[in-house]
């Protein structure tokens, strides 16, 4: 499975924008960067995901880089309910349907 | 829509005891996963589903754990005999195939005691 990596955890001020990092230098032509989040005492739940070219959705913004190795998830002004674990995952929807998580980036909001 | 749904919410059980976790995917999904956390180890993959036919169990700790999916609308994990380090929370997740999102359960919170 191609991996990724994040920063462990992360601190942003409430109404502030956050830029959550994600590195996937071994991804594939065929791989779709998709990020989840995971809210306290809750399942997992889909925030955006993408190819190639930037997306944007009412939750947040993808940024991919051009040679597609990192990508970026943009809050635009951060919340105390955006406090969660983000998770930036690579799935090829071609090969396979896996989904495997790791660790993920554990975002703190500071009133 | 319910969204997923997965029984029982809670269970506590002794070692050596059957534990069977269910779960009902969204209607019209084609693709079933199990997942299991612990503050170790994260989210776990233990096995998905596609067409109701089991694609990938290599998750599935050992040969306690069994899984199936009769129909479209109902899967079972179960656990034969439990034990403490099993104690986890399971989650189930449904999505079409080959689409982006996975839509999952509030999960099932399993104490082995």
């Known amino acids: 499975d191609a991996k990724t990596t994040q920063p462990n955890s992360m601190e942003s001020n409430e109404e502030e924008p956050v830029h959550l990092p994600c590195n996937h230098s071994?991804?594939?032509?065929?791989?779709?960067i998709h990020w989840y989040r995971q809210l306290p005492s809750q399942g997992p739940e889909y925030v955006i995901h993408g190819l190639t070219s930037n997306v944007n959705n009412r939750m947040a913004s993808l940024a991919i880089a051009e040679d597609r190795k990192s990508s970026t998830l943009i809050l635009h002004r951060a919340t105390l309910r955006d406090a969660a674990v983000y998770y930036c995952i690579l799935r090829d929807m071609n090969r396979d349907d896996k989904i495997i998580f790791g660790k993920g980036t554990r975002l703190h909001i500071l009133p | 829509d319910a969204g997923v749904i997965q029984s029982p919410r809670h269970e506590v059980t002794e070692m050596g005891q059957e534990v069977t976790l269910r779960c009902k995917p969204i209607?019209?999904?084609?693709?079933l996963f199990w997942y299991r956390q612990t503050m170790m180890r994260g989210l776990e993959l233990l096995i998905y589903f596609n067409n109701n036919v089991p694609i990938d169990d290599s998750g599935m700790p050992e040969d306690r754990f069994s899984a199936k999916m009769p129909n479209a609308s109902f899967s079972t994990l179960k656990i034969q005999p439990s034990e403490p380090r099993d104690s986890a929370v399971y989650f189930c997740?449904?999505?079409?195939?080959?689409?982006?999102?996975?839509?999952f359960g509030e999960g099932s919170r399993l104490t082995v005691l």
């Open positions: 209607s019209g999904h084609n693709s």
């Open positions: 071994t991804i594939s032509g065929t791989d779709y």
């Open positions: 997740a449904s999505s079409q195939l080959n689409t982006g999102e996975l839509f």
